[in-house]
């Protein structure tokens, strides 16, 4: 029993090898990516487009200032379902501001500026994609 599952197992890591070295280039390259608009109007309904990412998993929106990544940020309270095919809509009201926390019950609101660009992550179950738009008038 333990020699058929040796066996089994180098069999089936064989044909991972094989499998992955015959996958093209253009898509093991192709990750998960987000496209959205060039720029955003705070109160306004958005629509990103996500690719690449696991069929059948919920996808998660964070927003932030690209100037001030690890201060501050605002979560899409939505999750939105990948597509069989791996791709995503991401359809939400740009929030009005993003909140500035010093600690977890000290947080401000901050509106967003005209012109300040805004880095979209988009994450699901060990993937992630960004892209970056900014705020219109």
Avoid at 14 to 21: C, G, P, Q, R
Avoid at 23 to 40: L, N, T
Avoid at 54 to 77: H, M, N, Q, T, Y
Avoid at 100 to 119: D, G, L, T
Wanted: hydrophobic fraction near 45%; glycine fraction near 8%; include cysteine.
């Amino acid at each position: 029993m333990p020699e058929e599952l040796a066996r089994f197992s180098a069999g089936v890591l064989i044909w991972l090898t094989v499998t992955a070295a015959a996958v093209p280039a253009s898509r093991a390259d192709s990750g998960p990516h987000v496209r959205g608009p060039a720029s955003v109007i705070p109160g306004r309904i958005v629509v990103f487009r996500a690719h690449g990412f696991r069929a059948g998993s919920l996808l998660e929106v964070a927003l932030f200032p690209a100037d001030k990544p690890s201060c501050c940020a605002i979560r899409i309270a939505s999750s939105f379902p990948v597509s069989g095919f791996g791709d995503a809509v991401l359809t939400f009201r740009m929030p009005l501001y993003y909140r500035r926390c010093r600690s977890a019950r000290h947080c401000r609101k901050i509106p967003w500026n005209p012109r300040e660009q805004v880095v979209v992550s988009v994450f699901g179950y060990l993937q992630q994609a960004t892209t970056i738009t900014s705020v219109g008038r």
